[in-house]
């Protein structure tokens, strides 16, 4: 899968590992039709850190998730 593109596949696909990885309880914040793709970027660029990163203390997963909000319409 090539994430580089910013296609609504790819959208729900980074959502979704956001999520998992976060460990969202609440998945209704991350359905892909609430974020445009012009955002795109901004949720590879967190989907990458978090990726990187492997595990995240509990201040820096409600950052991601503060962070997701922000981008959220």
Do not use: H, W
């Not at 959502?15 to 793709?37: C, G, H, W």
């Not at 978090?50 to 909000?69: H, M, N, W, Y």
Request: glycine share 2%; no cysteine; aromatic share 8%.
């Amino acid at each position: 899968m090539n994430l580089e593109e910013a296609t609504n596949a790819n959208l729900s696909y980074i959502l979704s590992e956001l999520a998992e990885k976060l460990q969202v309880v609440n998945r209704t914040i991350m359905q892909p039709e609430d974020y445009d793709l012009e955002k795109y970027e901004e949720l590879k660029f967190m989907y990458d850190m978090v990726i990187q990163k492997g595990s995240l203390s509990a201040s820096e997963t409600q950052a991601f998730l503060d962070e997701l909000r922000a981008v959220r319409r």
